[in-house]
C-alpha cells in the first residue's frame, strides 16, 4: 500500500478515495498526476473535505451522500486549489469569503474537464477566467453595497427582511427553488449532520486552508514544479484541455510585488547624481576632494485614481497608504492626488511637510484616462512621474507626456489592455 493511503495513525484510508484517485490517474492525467502528492486524511471533525497544501481531509460521513463521480470531482477540486496556489495566497483575508472566490475561480476548469462536482457548487459565469483574488475583490465589494443598501432601508424594512428566509445557492441553480435531496439525505442533510450542524455554507463542498508549515516557499515553489511537469505530461498523452493549459501557465507564472515596483519606479524616477558643487565632506580631512551625491528636490509626484467604481475599496485603501509611503520617503515637492472616471472628479495637493490625510475616491460612471494628463499641462505642474491605478478599461491619451508613467493595472497583465506608453505593474491586493 502507498504511504499516502495511511491516515496519521493505523487505519487505511476510505477506498473509494483511492479509487477515484486512481481514476484520475487514468483518464485525467493532470489532477491524478498532482493528487498523488497530497497525503489523504480521514477527518471525521470537518464537514466535508479540506486541503492545505499538504494533506487532502474528508468526512467519510459527508462522502457517503456523493457519488462516484462526485467525489471524483471533489479530489479534483481540491487539487487544483493547490495547483491554483490558493493554499498560499489568503493572507489576511475573510476565510469563508476567500473560500467561496477560490471555488468560483477554479469549479468552471473542473467542469469543463468534464467531471462532476455536487449540486450547489459555486459557479458564476461572471467571474469565469478571473482569479481568486479578483473574485474575492468582487464579492467584497457586492458585500459592501448590500450592506449599504440594507442600511438606507427603514427599520421596519429591514426587519421583514431578516425574518424572511433567504435561498440558498442550489435553491437559485434550481427552477423554482426545488431541489432532489442527495442519495441517503433527508431534506438535503447529510446522514450524521442536523439542520443546525450543516456544512460550512450552502454550496460549499470542501474548505481551503493555508498552509502552516515553516518551509511555505519551498512547499509554494515544489508545486509550482509539479503543476509545469504535469501540465507537460498531460499534453503529450493529448489529454489536457486548453482551460487546464491556460491555469497551468497562470499558476507558475512569478509573483512580483507591485509595493515594490512602485518605490523602485518612484526612486528611479526621482533625479540624483554625484557634484562635486558640494564635496563629500566624510574624506576632506584625509585631502581627498570627491563628488557627493547630490539629490535634489524632485519635483510633483502626481499620482491618479480610477473612480469609476471598478478598483474595489481595498484595492484603492492599500494604494494611498502606498502613496503616503512614497511621499514620506521620497518628499516631492507637491503630492497631487486626482481621481478620474471620465474626467477628473477631485484634486488633492498637499506640500512638503504637510501630513497628507487623503480623502475618500469621487466619482463614479465611465472610464477615460486623457483628462489626468490635459490638468497636468493646464495647471502648469511639474510632475518628476504619475502614477495611474485603474483597471486598464478606458480610453488612453494617444501622445505619451515627457514625464515617466506607470500604469498599475487591477487587471492580470495577461489580459489587460496594453498601454501607449509607460510601464505597467500588476496591482492584485
Known sequence: ??????????????????????????????????????????????????????????????????????????????????????????????????????????????????????????????Y?????????????????????????????????????????????????????????????????????????????????????????????????????????????RGKLPGDLQAMAGEAVRPVVDWRAVLHRFAQQSSPSDYSFAAPNRRYLHLGFYLPALHTPAIGDAVFVRDSSGSVFDETQAQFDAEILAVFHSLKPARLIVMDCDTRVTQVQIFERGDSPDIKPVRGGGGTAFVDPFNRVAEDGMTPAFLVYLTDMVGRFPTIAPHYPVLWASTTPLTRARKAPFGETMEVIC
Open 1 to 126: 500500500m502507498d504511504r499516502n493511503d495511511v491516515v496519521l495513525g493505523s487505519s487505511a484510508v476510505h477506498p473509494r478515495i483511492v479509487r477515484q484517485r486512481t481514476e484520475l490517474v487514468l483518464s485525467q492525467p493532470f489532477f491524478g498526476a498532482l493528487a498523488l502528492r497530497l497525503n489523504i486524511r480521514e477527518d471525521p471533525s470537518t464537514k466535508t473535505f479540506w486541503v492545505d497544501g499538504e494533506t487532502l481531509g474528508c468526512n467519510p460521513t459527508y462522502m457517503e451522500t456523493l457519488s462516484d463521480l462526485e467525489v471524483r470531482g471533489v479530489v479534483a477540486h481540491e487539487v487544483l486549489h493547490v495547483a491554483n496556489g490558493h493554499c498560499w495566497r489568503q493572507g489576511a483575508r475573510d476565510p469563508d469569503r476567500w473560500n467561496d472566490a477560490c471555488d468560483y475561480a477554479i469549479n468552471p476548469i473542473v467542469l469543463s474537464s468534464g467531471m462532476v462536482l455536487p449540486k450547489g457548487a459555486l459557479v458564476d459565469p461572471r
Open 128 to 236: 469565469t477566467g478571473k482569479s481568486a483574488e479578483e473574485i474575492y475583490g468582487l464579492l467584497t465589494q457586492e458585500a459592501k453595497q448590500k450592506q449599504q443598501q440594507q442600511q438606507k432601508q427603514p427599520p421596519q424594512q429591514q426587519q421583514l427582511q431578516n425574518q424572511q428566509p433567504q435561498p440558498s445557492p442550489q435553491d437559485q441553480q434550481q427552477p423554482n427553488g426545488n431541489q432532489a435531496p442527495k442519495p441517503g439525505c433527508q431534506n438535503g442533510t447529510a446522514p450524521g449532520q442536523s439542520p443546525s450542524n450543516p456544512p460550512s455554507h450552502p454550496g460549499s463542498f470542501g474548505e481551503v486552508r493555508p498552509y502552516k508549515g515553516p518551509d511555505k516557499p519551498v512547499k509554494e515553489a515544489e508545486w509550482k514544479v509539479a503543476v509545469t511537469q504535469a501540465a507537460k505530461a498531460a499534453a503529450m
